[in-house]
């Protein structure tokens, strides 16, 4: 609720603090919160399908129409597609138990960060000002993927600590991202908002030097081509300055 009343409190000052957007080109900080629905191709398809983001877009758009800021986002799913993570764990039974004997119950998801540098432009192409328009940027930075391994409220040693390291595949590498859609800035009120297409291309590297499940095969130290591509839309709240007040004396 505190981030909701911020961001309203945010909100209101740059609409009773702005100037007039539809009949001038308007310098003026940014910032938005967005999602994204994404789709995942390249090395990245054969451990993830499909895969939320949820993050922020903060910058500064010139009197030219040009954007230069950063990008974020926490990256999450469930679709997980290693197959035989902990076959080793399983007992002839066909099951995992904790440290009290009890059937486990272990669950996987894909999470991730990304963050980017991102420079673009917006074209006031079927427009209802100067400040709308299609938006383009693109831009490099970094990202991070992995594995997360939950136990619950159960103990089992074989995954506690630092043995779940030998699970989660850490990659790490340089991301780059393009994104082409429509960005709205009105003439009045809050409606102010983003959405588009994206692709991002990361050339990562796996961190661990083994997986415990496959103990006998030797990691990869090759580049992977980490693909995620989809849709995202954003809410951006514009902060512009206050016009100067004209007074006129007898």
Not at 173 to 192: D, E, K, R, T, V
């Amino acid at each position: 609720m505190r981030i909701l009343l911020a961001l309203f409190l945010l909100t209101s000052i740059s609409i009773f603090a702005q100037r007039n957007v539809r009949d001038s080109i308007i310098g003026t900080p940014m910032i938005a919160v967005h999602y994204g629905a994404n789709w995942t191709a390249g090395d990245l398809y054969q451990r993830y399908g499909f895969m939320n983001h949820i993050g922020i877009l903060a910058g500064y758009k010139t009197s030219r129409n040009v954007f230069l800021g950063m990008d974020a986002n926490f990256m999450f799913g469930n679709q997980v597609k290693t197959k035989g993570l902990f076959d080793q764990l399983v007992d002839s039974y066909g099951n995992i138990t904790d440290v009290n004997g009890d059937i486990a119950k272990v669950l996987v998801y894909s999470r991730g960060v990304n963050v980017n540098f991102a420079a673009g432009f917006i074209l006031p192409i079927l427009s209802p000002n100067e400040n709308s328009g299609i938006f383009i940027h693109g831009g490099i930075g970094y990202l991070l993927h992995r594995l997360r391994v939950e136990t619950q409220d159960q103990v089992i040693p074989q995954l506690e600590l630092d043995y779940k390291k030998g699970y989660d595949r850490l990659t790490i590498g340089p991301n780059l991202h393009q994104f082409i859609g429509y960005s709205f800035l009105a003439n009045g009120g809050f409606y102010n908002f983003y959405g588009g297409f994206y692709i991002q291309e990361g050339f990562t590297r796996n961190k661990r030097t083994i997986f415990f499940d496959q103990p006998d095969i030797p990691v990869s130290e090759d580049v992977r081509i980490d693909i995620q591509y989809g849709v995202k839309i954003g809410w951006q709240i514009p902060f512009y300055k206050r016009q100067p007040k004209d007074f006129y004396y007898d």
